[in-house]
């Protein structure tokens, strides 16, 4: 006797049309490590391999604001065709397959058609409601960040801050990134933080709220994700911000080399051009652009510093 299994494919599709190039638009898809600094459940993306299929990324992304939910695809970017496919390495249920792709037609010479579809498997007579519909609001939010950040990409080439500031450190690679994953111990550690509170129910996955103190005696209230990869990269992103950012996320990264390790810190800040005010009476973004620089750059390093002095005192310096 033969058994015969039987299965349906259903579409999902999400179509916009932006007021950008096609290059700046496709870019902007192309480049998922971008992603987590406009879109509000993007916590981190990056190549983890690549075959004859093509490119694998793993994504990470915000469920809640105390979740996150990682899977991987194999992508293929083909610029010339003017599309990006991908397909999950695993669907989820009850779906057996989900792949999909990304279509970009140039209507004008700053005119972009995008249309985002998912082919989604599953056997026959399963109820795949619930994951189209919020595959379809998935797509929607997604498009509509591509939209906004295509649109805006003068703005906010002025608005966001971007840099990464290095430190040497004559330690291991395993003690220095281990006194930066300990967030729990950052009261004890670090001055400027007064207060934390952190969850990992999920290994290497963390959330915490912060209370810092800033350069005027003020305390800053913030939430943060951060997923940890031992022992090369710390990934954060914080859930609130301050009062005059629209979005904050960096990491840190730890770089072996044969007489130690590279430690740097990056941020990455949108300011609010709203909120600019909160740093006096004509406040420019190049006025909140250099102290942003300066507060992050000064908080990074000195943690940076204690990382330093940790790791080399452990290794006998």
Request: some cysteine.
């Amino acid at each position: 006797m033969r058994c015969l299994v039987v299965s349906s494919t259903q579409q999902v599709e999400q179509v916009v049309t932006i007021n950008a190039d096609y290059e700046t638009v496709f870019e902007l898809v192309a480049d998922v490590a971008r992603w987590p600094q406009f879109h509000l459940s993007a916590v981190h993306a990056e190549l983890v391999d690549s075959d004859e299929e093509g490119e694998v990324v793993q994504y990470w992304s915000l469920v809640g604001d105390s979740a996150v939910r990682t899977w991987r695809a194999v992508r293929r970017t083909d610029r010339p065709g003017r599309r990006i496919t991908f397909t999950y390495k695993e669907a989820d249920a009850p779906a057996t397959e989900i792949r999909g792709e990304w279509v970009f037609t140039e209507l004008a010479q700053d005119r972009t058609r995008v249309e985002l579809r998912h082919h989604v498997g599953a056997p026959a007579g399963a109820d795949l409601g619930p994951l189209l519909d919020k595959i379809s609001q998935d797509s929607k939010e997604h498009l509509e960040t591509l939209r906004d950040t295509a649109e805006r990409r003068a703005e906010l080439d002025e608005l966001v801050l971007s840099f990464t500031d290095p430190l040497f450190i004559a330690g291991s690679i395993e003690d220095a990134y281990d006194y930066l994953y300990r967030a729990d111990l950052w009261p004890e550690r670090i001055p400027h933080v007064v207060g934390l509170t952190m969850a990992e129910d999920v290994p290497n996955v963390q959330f915490f709220d912060m209370d810092t103190k800033g350069p005027d005696g003020a305390t800053h209230t913030v939430r943060s994700v951060r997923i940890c990869l031992p022992p090369n990269v710390i990934v954060y992103k914080q859930i609130s911000v301050p009062a005059m950012l629209v979005a904050h996320t960096g990491h840190w990264r730890f770089t072996e080399t044969p007489e130690g390790v590279i430690a740097e810190a990056r941020h990455t800040s949108t300011i609010k051009p709203s909120a600019l005010s909160l740093l006096g009476s004509g406040t420019t973004i190049s006025d909140a652009r250099r102290f942003l620089r300066r507060l992050l750059s000064s908080n990074s390093m000195s943690n940076l510093s204690l990382a330093k002095r940790f790791a080399e005192e452990r290794a006998g310096f």
